[in-house]
C-alpha cells in the first residue's frame, strides 16, 4: 500500500501474488537524509532451484543485497537499519491455504521478547486439537520491558491469526503471571472452534475471543511490544469487528512503544483424514454393526464412519447432524443469502437464483425458471432415473420435472426432507435418498454410527 496509512498501525495480513506491493513506512525516524520515496517491497518471488525440485530460493547474500532489493534502488546499500529491527516472512501455499509457515530475522542482538503457544502447564506444544474439550490456546509471552509496574500485574495484548481465507483473526489481553516478573499467560484457555459445527452449523465470528479454524490448518501468535490506546482494548472481545476499535489502535506516545520488538508463534491444528488417499473409513454396516459390501431387500443397513479429530469433547459422546448447514434454503427455487459467489447450472436461464456455497445443497444446480430444468440432480447416472412430472409436496426422487399446483418441493428425500443436508444415504439406481445423523458409538471414541 502506497498510501498515508500512518505508521504504528498494527499489521495487516493479506494473500497477495503481484509483484507491485509495497509497504509505505513514510512515518519511519530511520530514514537517511534526502529520501523521498519510502516504500519497502512487500511481496517477493523465490525461483525453484532446479527442475522438479519443490525448493524455493531467494538468495541475497548480505544484509546491504537484502535493503537493495526491499527498496528497490542501488542508494539502499548506503542505509542504515536500526539494530533491533524484525523482518518478518510468510509463505502460504496457493494451492493449499491451511499450509503455512513463518520465519523472522532479527537485525542484531537484543532482549527481545519471545511468545510461545502452550499446554495448559506452560510448555510449548506443536499440535493442537479443535473442541471444547480440549481446553483451546494457551498463549505464554516474555517480556522485561512489559513490566512497567513493578507493584502490579501489567497486562500485553497478542494477535491470533488462522490466515486460511475464512478462518478467524483475534486480539487477546493476557496477564502478567506475578508482580514483577515479565512473564505473561492466558490463565485459561482461549477456546478453539470449528468454523463449522456439526449441530448448529456456521459460527465464525471475529473479535469474539473464540477462535474458529479448520482441521490442519496453521494458527500464529504475533507479539509486539507496544502499549494499545485504552478505548480500543475496552471494545475488544465484543463480537462487533466493524466497531471501529478492531483491530486495537497503538498508543504512539506511550512510554513503552517499542514498534520493532516483534515475536512469534505458531502451531498446526490436528487433523484426520477420513479417506487419506488410500484408506477410506467409512464403510456399511448390517443390522449387527458388521462391515458388508451387499445387503438384502429386508435387511438394516448403517453408515459409520472413523473421523477422529470430530472427537471435540472427550468427555462427551457427539452428534454430527445430517443437515449441519442451517442457513440453507429448503426449496430449490428460493434465493440464498448471501448470494456471491453464484452457483449456477450451465445452462440456466437469465434469472435463475444463485446458491451460496455453504448453504446450497452438495447437488444443487439452477434452473428452475420458464424455459429451464427442474433437475438439480448432478449424481444419479444418465437415465438411469426416468423424470416424471412431481407429486405436490410429496416428491421423494431426484430428477423430477416441475409439477403442478402450489408447493412443490423438488427432489426431497422419501420421508419429504429438503435436499439441503449433507449426510444422507442415496441409491443411485432409483434415485431414493434419506438424511442421515452420525452419533459417536461411546465417550471419546471418534467413530460415528448412523442412528
Given amino acids: 500500500d502506497t498510501g498515508t496509512l500512518p505508521f504504528d498501525e498494527p499489521i495487516r495480513w493479506y494473500n497477495i501474488y503481484s509483484t507491485d506491493r509495497y509497504m509505505s513506512y513514510d512515518g519511519a525516524l530511520w530514514w537517511p537524509v534526502g529520501v523521498t520515496d519510502r516504500t519497502i517491497r512487500a511481496v517477493m518471488f523465490l525461483p525453484e532451484t532446479s527442475v522438479d525440485s519443490g525448493i524455493f530460493e531467494l538468495n541475497l547474500g548480505n544484509i546491504e543485497d537484502f535493503q537493495e532489493y526491499l527498496f528497490g534502488t542501488a542508494d539502499a546499500r548506503n542505509y542504515r537499519f536500526p539494530m533491533g529491527r524484525t523482518f518478518a516472512f510468510y509463505y502460504i501455499d496457493p494451492n493449499d491455504f491451511d499450509d503455512m509457515t513463518l520465519a523472522v530475522m532479527r537485525l542484531g542482538n537484543g532482549p527481545y ?208 447432524f445430517g443437515g449441519w448447514n442451517k442457513d440453507a434454503a429448503t426449496v430449490d427455487d428460493v ?4 448470494v456471491t459467489p453464484p452457483i449456477l447450472s450451465s445452462s440456466a436461464p437469465t434469472g435463475d437464483q444463485p446458491a451460496n456455497e455453504d448453504s446450497a445443497p452438495i447437488w444443487w444446480r439452477g434452473g428452475l425458471t420458464d424455459g429451464g430444468s427442474g433437475d438439480s440432480d448432478l449424481m444419479t447416472p444418465a437415465g438411469a432415473v426416468a423424470d416424471r412430472t412431481a407429486v405436490i409436496g410429496t416428491d421423494p426422487w431426484l430428477g423430477s420435472l416441475p409439477g403442478v399446483g402450489t408447493p412443490v418441493e423438488y427432489d426431497v428425500s422419501i420421508t419429504r426432507i429438503p435436499e439441503t443436508v449433507k449426510v444422507f444415504m442415496w441409491n443411485a439406481q432409483r434415485g431414493t435418498w434419506e438424511r442421515m445423523d452420525l452419533r459417536e458409538t461411546g465417550v471419546g471414541t471418534g467413530v460415528f454410527r448412523s442412528t
Avoid at 187 to 204: E, F, T
Avoid at 335 to 338: D, L, Q, S, V, Y
Fill in 113 to 320: 521478547s519471545q511468545t510461545f503457544i502452550t499446554d495448559a502447564n506452560g510448555i510449548p506444544v506443536e499440535e493442537v486439537r479443535i473442541g471444547a474439550g480440549w481446553g483451546g490456546l494457551y498463549i505464554r509471552v516474555y517480556d522485561a520491558d512489559a513490566n512497567v509496574e513493578a507493584c502490579c500485574q501489567d497486562k500485553v495484548v497478542v494477535h491470533i491469526c488462522d490466515p486460511h481465507n475464512e478462518d478467524d483473526s483475534e486480539y487477546y489481553i493476557i496477564d502478567e503471571i506475578s508482580n514483577d516478573s515479565g512473564i505473561f499467560f492466558s490463565q485459561s484457555g482461549i477456546p478453539l472452534l470449528p468454523v463449522w459445527d456439526a449441530v448448529a452449523g456456521y459460527q465464525l465470528v471475529f473479535d469474539d475471543w473464540r477462535v474458529q479454524a479448520f482441521n490442519e490448518d496453521t494458527i500464529f501468535v504475533r507479539y509486539n511490544s507496544v502499549d494499545y490506546e485504552q478505548e480500543s482494548l475496552n471494545a475488544l472481545g465484543d463480537g462487533n469487528p466493524n466497531d471501529g476499535f478492531f483491530p486495537p489502535r497503538i498508543n504512539e506516545t506511550a512510554a513503552r512503544n517499542q514498534y520493532w520488538d516483534v515475536s512469534f508463534a505458531k502451531v498446526k491444528v490436528y487433523d484426520f483424514q477420513v479417506f487419506d488417499g488410500t484408506t477410506h473409513h467409512m464403510r456399511f454396516l448390517d443390522g449387527q454393526y458388521r462391515p458388508v459390501t451387499q445387503i438384502p431387500l429386508s435387511g438394516s443397513l448403517y453408515l459409520e464412519v472413523t473421523d477422529l479429530d470430530q472427537n471435540e469433547h472427550p468427555g462427551m459422546r457427539e452428534l454430527i
Fill in 335 to 338: 434465493a440464498r443469502n448471501p
